[in-house]
């Protein structure tokens, strides 16, 4: 049977929230708690996080693997709002916390402004969790999964920081008319960023693309503005 | 004339961010600039914040001085968007920024997450930074100003906070029914709070109120979930 583990949500002591010294011990106690990687204690794991672009609810994949493409593609037919986005970049060795096991997924919703909490979307996550841990249940009790394909998946293409002068500093921001546009399609010709001298940027390559992350805060010192992905139908 | 200054943003330096080195050295800054207090170098202060609540615009009065009133009631006329709300309690000094002058006001705009930017907020904003401008130079220039009362102002009451147990931890968050209702009417038997047991808890006070700041992030910590305000409809 698939095995699981939840880790309760702590609240970080303020003074441990920017030197790191938090989110290292936690690190370790998790990896204690259901690790060392590749060989895990449990064999899924699901990682919730939050974002403050406008992901609705968002599977990220850990892997191809068959069980859990098709959890996707179950919680995906439960609601339009509920995407799959797949980060995988072949070669690259995946660090999160999802990647402990080899089934899981993390779940991410939003928008939510970081270390706050939004009703509707605490009520919607719980729901997909309790879906997530029926569907594992049905599974390690042998029920026939009834097929939810086809599932449409988001894959990662590349990364876009915002407009910014040599020193690194910003000059712009996510575009009016692009903000909160996540999942979809931004076309050749269509705006991307506004300068603060008011002028605006177009997204200029060949190809559609699906932006998502749109303006996560935590992703300004990270050099993203976005992330662009490409879609795929899957049909079984 | 009435006489003003503009105060560039800054970037925080990531280690100043938390140990309140940067905004202590910078309130040192302003004050040597604009102060002191009781006999500042400028007439007008306008002071530019932003919130996670969903406040829109909302002009905060400084004072009750008739010139800042009128300003507030000429911004409100622009766009139904933009709001009067008085954080003034008789008797207990004003430790704002914009308190060091008479004239003048805050300008709080949202919804947006902490430390990041929103094309149409900011566009918005400049506008109403350029009206406050042209308004003043108005007033300089001897010109009649039209008269745009009557003007709502939202009156600070009191703070409620979110439902918490004996060590101060959180309980639950703002009910789904009132998240981003900000300046709408909250009357008795709505929905306020969700616990985490799923426990609705209802305002159960006898007066209509106007909750403002509702959810914003950095007021957690303060022990604030929201504010709640009376309306006055002012005619002249």
Not at 21 to 32: D, L, S
Not at 96 to 116: D, H, Q, T, W, Y
Not at 127 to 154: F, Q, R, V
Request: some cysteine; hydrophobic content about 35%.
């Amino acid at each position: 049977p698939v095995t699981g583990c939840t880790i309760s949500p702590k609240t970080i002591p303020a003074k441990n929230r920017c030197d790191g010294t938090y989110e290292q011990t936690r690190a370790k106690e998790i990896a204690q708690t259901l690790g060392p990687k590749g060989n895990s204690k449990v064999d899924f794991i699901l990682d919730l996080h939050s974002t403050s672009a406008n992901m609705g609810f968002t599977i990220i994949l850990v892997n191809n693997d068959p069980f859990n493409l098709q959890l996707a593609a179950y919680l995906s037919s439960l609601d339009p709002l509920v995407r799959v986005y797949s980060s995988i970049e072949p070669g690259k060795e995946n660090t999160f916390l999802r990647s402990l096991s080899n089934f899981g997924c993390c779940i991410e919703v939003g928008p939510i402004a970081p270390a706050s909490l939004k009703g509707a979307i605490f009520q919607k996550t719980e729901a997909l969790i309790h879906a997530t841990l029926d569907y594992i249940e049905d599974y390690n009790n042998g029920k026939l999964l009834s097929n939810t394909y086809p599932l449409t998946i988001y894959h990662y293409l590349k990364v876009v920081d915002y407009p910014r002068n040599e020193a690194g500093e910003l000059e712009g921001m996510i575009h009016p008319q692009l903000q909160g546009r996540d999942y979809q399609e931004l076309n050749p010709g269509d705006p991307m960023f506004l300068t603060f001298d008011g002028t605006t940027i177009y997204y200029e390559e060949e190809a559609t693309v699906w932006p998502v992350f749109i303006n996560e805060v935590a992703y300004y010192e990270k050099g993203v503005a976005m992330c662009l992905t490409k879609k795929e139908i899957v049909r079984e």
